[in-house]
């Protein structure tokens, strides 16, 4: 059997491996020049020439191709890159996710995302203080505490009520933006970007945010979310709609294509967060060599460790809570028919063992209460 991937990030990466030690033939495309290396660890080699080339992997697989593929052709098993076509018995596509972008951003000199290693050189290579991210979610705020760290003025501009919305609720936010200005980040939240000021040669000046408020900015990091890379699948005609359709098995809608990671859409979910990217490589590499299991969503967990500071976040922060905060330290525990569907620990991970054993399991009121006696 012959197996083709397309993409090189951490879901492609990981089932390219696990089929190839099962002996099957495999054919790994990526579109960068680079091999390997982790996209969540960009931010932490920003602005360090040695410590971003240390995140290549030393060495490449023999099966790992560094052309991008142009088209799929799925009547006839074919994948090209440029003139040159590949047949393939299985097809997993794997094209991850790219970088959401402002259009009045769009051909600004200075405003820049971060996704790929190729941007993370550029933004090396450009970057001017004032740094305005434009976005306080994960990524923007790893982004923003690590470019600090070597030295430029950083203000995080933040469009919802609080930072880290997708994983905390204000509670939790507000002791992590206390610990994040005391360490020199200068956060702004509720606030709205809404044009940009250049100067003479057409370099960014300035950010323009609700009220008219000028935001002096020389380099802009925008982190607004991603978006699926659904360009190919769409163009094969397989089905798509916010991702790339997959059923219980991860099957598109060619049983002889899969999609996992970031691209693919499984019950109308796109998490596009590392655990999820590795049991779907988990789950695709067996159901090509074994029998068929269904694929199984892991506990969808995050965690954001600022200096002296940890924050936890794990399932779904919706509905009831019960939840206790004693000076810089915050826990809540979100409760639906008496089973834990979700948590965020702030300043402390004691009971992140418990989180993780009972997860969408019962919870008794004293266990709860137990939890919250510190």
């Known amino acids: 059997m012959n197996v083709i991937i397309i993409g090189n990030g951490v879901a492609g990466a990981t089932v390219a491996s696990r089929l190839a030690a099962k002996g099957v033939e495999v054919q ?30 030393k060495s490449d697989p023999p099966y790992l191709m560094k052309r991008p593929v142009t088209g799929i052709d799925i009547s006839n098993k074919l994948v090209f890159s440029g003139s040159v076509s590949y047949p393939y018995d299985k097809l997993i596509i794997a094209t991850g996710s790219r970088s959401r972008m402002l259009d009045i951003f769009s051909v600004t000199d200075g405003a820049c995302t971060l996704r790929t290693f190729d941007d993370a050189q550029h933004i090396g290579d450009t970057i001017e203080s004032p740094v305005v991210v434009l976005g306080g979610g994960l990524l923007g705020l790893e982004t923003a505490i690590w470019v600090r760290r070597r030295g430029y003025e950083v203000t995080v501009v933040e469009v919802a009520d609080h930072i880290l919305s997708k994983q905390l609720d204000r509670e939790g936010a507000s002791i992590l933006k ?37 935001l002096a900015c020389n380099t802009l990091l925008l982190s607004l979310g991603v978006l699926p890379e659904v360009a190919l699948a769409k163009a094969a005609g397989l089905e798509v709609d916010q991702g790339i359709v997959v059923d219980d098995y991860l099957r598109t809608s060619d049983p002889d294509v899969l999609a996992i990671g970031d691209c693919a859409q499984w019950h109308d979910k796109i998490p596009g967060v590392v655990p999820v990217a590795l049991a779907m490589a988990e789950c695709a590499a067996h159901n090509l060599t074994s029998e068929l299991v269904t ?25 009831p809570r019960v939840y206790k905060r004693r000076e810089s330290r915050y826990e809540a525990f979100f409760i639906e028919d008496s089973l834990l569907i979700g948590a965020i620990l702030v300043g402390s991970t004691e009971h992140l063992g ?10 008794a009121d004293d266990e709860m209460a137990s939890l919250l006696a510190f």
């Open 295 to 319: 694929y199984k969503e892991p506990v969808l967990f995050t965690r954001f460790k600022g200096e002296g500071l940890d924050v936890v976040s794990v399932g779904s922060l919706k509905g």
């Open 178 to 214: 206390e610990h994040l200005e005391g360490q020199g980040l200068v956060i702004r939240e509720g606030v709205r970007a809404q044009a940009q000021k250049l100067d003479p040669r057409g370099h960014l000046r300035a950010l323009i945010v609700e009220g008219e408020e000028e």
């Open 354 to 363: 418990f989180v993780r054993s009972h997860y969408r399991q019962y919870v």
């Open 28 to 57: 790994l495309f990526s579109e960068e020049p680079v091999g390997f290396y982790s996209r969540i660890m960009l931010p932490q080699a920003l602005c360090d020439k040695e410590a971003l080339s240390g995140l290549i992997a």
